[in-house]
């Protein structure tokens, strides 16, 4: 590997602070399984051994929101569950990312009904959409990955004024 | 006698001409009773030694949109005696849309009754909690109506602002 090479020679690196602490967050995204219908069995899929979500330093699926970065919306959000979904969302400390796994998050999918929100991007800032019905595991670990490319472009000063919960957001 | 012709024939000389139709469709007995009787024909068919018709397995309802009784309240009950479903059937008119609840008979039609209540609008007299089931309380529709559209109303189910 590079690093343990450059350990060898120099036994020092030159890098930025940016740089730095873009790579420990991309490196463990801690989502937090937002696992509301079928879609969650795929995401629970992608965790096990066999597709290991684990290579991607993703694998810790907290069930609490205050210890998560990403939220991954898995499953049909009715107007009901919406509200359940933003608060769990507004819990979520900055900076946060969001996946909407699967046709029924996207777009409302083939429920087009009274009942489904069309779409959670009406209520939420959707950083990656993920096609499927439900998407297979790869696609959610490609879903991940683009995340972290996200995440590697970030700076950190991009996020230092945003206060954590904007309580007047509903 | 067979178990069928049995009610048929307790049930008429019981109710008469409140016995407004009775339909034998591939093994299944539907008698649509007139809204007035539900409750008495509800506790007779529960109480009778031979029928014992205890649980009540489902209710709904049905809207015709067009009939002049726009709507049919359905009751499938049980009866654990004689390994039998019947299917009740009574017809209300459009305005006003209620019928007696048979929750005083058996209980498990509270919910039931509510989520018809939910869906269709149909008012259940007597209820002891006559709450929505699905739909926040709010809500000024009844989806499974046919004037309803599928999608819904835009703007009638309140959703969280958009974060900016």
């Known amino acids: 590997m590079g690093l343990e090479a450059k350990f060898l020679q120099d036994g020092f690196i030159t890098t930025t602070i940016d740089s730095v602490i873009t790579w420990a967050r991309r ?22 051994p066999k597709y290991d979500l684990a290579r991607f330093g993703s694998e810790v699926m907290r069930f609490t929101p205050r210890q998560c970065d990403l939220m991954i919306v898995a499953g049909t959000v009715t107007y009901k569950m919406a509200q359940v979904v933003r608060r769990i969302y507004d819990q979520m400390p900055e900076p946060k990312w969001v996946i909407a796994m699967g046709a029924c998050t996207s777009s409302g ?25 439900p998407p297979r595991p790869e696609n959610l670990i490609n879903a991940v990955m683009e995340i972290q490319k996200k995440i590697s472009k970030t700076r950190a000063r991009d996020f230092q004024d945003n206060p954590l919960i904007n309580v007047d957001a509903h | 006698m067979e178990f069928k012709e049995l009610i048929k024939k307790k049930v008429r000389n019981q109710f008469g001409d409140a016995v407004e139709e009775v339909v034998e469709f591939r093994n299944d007995l539907s008698i649509t009773i007139s809204k007035n009787n539900i409750v008495d024909f509800a506790k ?9 018709f205890v649980t009540c397995k489902d209710l709904t309802a049905i809207d015709w949109a067009t009939r002049k009784k726009r709507f049919t309240v359905v009751y499938h009950v049980y009866s654990f005696k004689n390994n039998f479903t019947i299917r009740i059937k009574s017809n209300i008119d459009e305005e006003p849309p209620q019928i007696e609840t048979v929750s005083s008979v058996w209980e498990s039609a509270d919910w039931y009754e509510r989520e018809t209540y939910d869906m269709y609008g149909i008012k259940f007299i007597n209820h002891p909690d006559l709450r929505r089931m699905y739909m926040p ?15 819904g109303i835009p703007g009638s189910l309140p959703l969280p602002k958009k974060v900016e």
């Open chain 1, 27 to 48: 490196s463990s995204v801690w989502p937090m399984p937002m696992g509301i219908s079928c879609c969650a069995i795929e995401m629970i899929a992608a965790a096990d």
């Open chain 1, 109 to 133: 999918g083939m429920y087009r009904s009274y009942s489904v929100v069309q779409g959670i991007d009406q209520f939420l800032p959707v950083d990656v959409y993920t096609a499927g019905c």
């Open chain 2, 44 to 52: 007779y068919l529960k109480e009778d030694s031979d029928l014992q």
């Open chain 2, 137 to 151: 309380e709010g809500f000024q529709y009844h989806p499974l109506r046919k004037d309803f559209p599928v999608i």
